[in-house]
């Protein structure tokens, strides 16, 4: 019987509630809008205060991979001595926020040779961010852009590389060669470098 009569009164208040929201629809005042806009204000410096702190936390990493590694033509490099195979070296660079190292002219790469001479060793060859895993010959970087620097090594007539037809698909630069690249099988494990550019 309680429960009967306390389903009536909740009843009766909700149609109360709903009749009085009928009868006297609240219409927005002037102040109410001055808040929706004082909110709206806000919100947009909240998103650009979090933008710029991620934009100083990108940087901040940036300055602590430029410390480790070499910065050469507005992008930061990071070797990595561990040797691994093509897709593991590319996988952990993405996970740092980077990609495998791709120079662009005979300055950079001479400066990159230098730099994974001093950190690898002189006799290492290291994966590069180079391939021509989706269409034989058509060397790309791991953006999917065609390559305008190449270093590919040449000077053996016999061996003009890239040689390696289907089974090479992944670019190394030698040290050895004086930083030639060569084309090599992805499973060989390599030491690898990082790139992480500047904005």
């Not at 090594?153 to 190394?172: F, H, I, K, W, Y």
Request: charged share 25%.
């Amino acid at each position: 019987m309680e429960l009967k009569g306390l389903f009536v009164l909740v009843g009766i208040l909700l149609v109360s509630r709903t009749s009085s929201q009928q009868i006297s629809p609240r219409k927005p005042t002037k102040k109410d809008t001055s808040k929706d806009a004082a909110v709206v204000e806000l919100q947009k410096q909240i998103k650009d205060i979090v933008q710029e702190l991620n934009l100083l936390k990108e940087q901040q990493a940036l300055q602590t991979v430029c410390l480790k590694g070499m910065k050469i033509h507005r992008k930061c490099y990071l070797a990595d001595p561990v040797k691994k195979r093509y897709h593991t070296a590319s996988d952990d660079c993405n996970a740092l926020g980077g990609a495998l190292g791709t120079p662009t002219s005979a300055d950079e790469n001479d400066q990159l040779r230098e730099y994974l001479r001093q950190s690898v060793g002189p006799d290492e060859q290291v994966w590069l961010g180079i391939n021509d895993m989706m269409t034989e010959g058509a060397w790309m970087d791991q953006t999917g852009l065609s390559i305008s620097y190449t270093n590919w090594d040449t000077s053996n007539l016999r061996s003009r590389q890239p040689d390696g037809g289907m089974s090479e698909n992944c670019a190394v630069l030698s040290g050895v060669s004086q930083g030639k690249w060569f084309d090599e099988n992805c499973r060989e494990e390599r030491p690898s470098v990082c790139q992480f550019n500047i904005v």
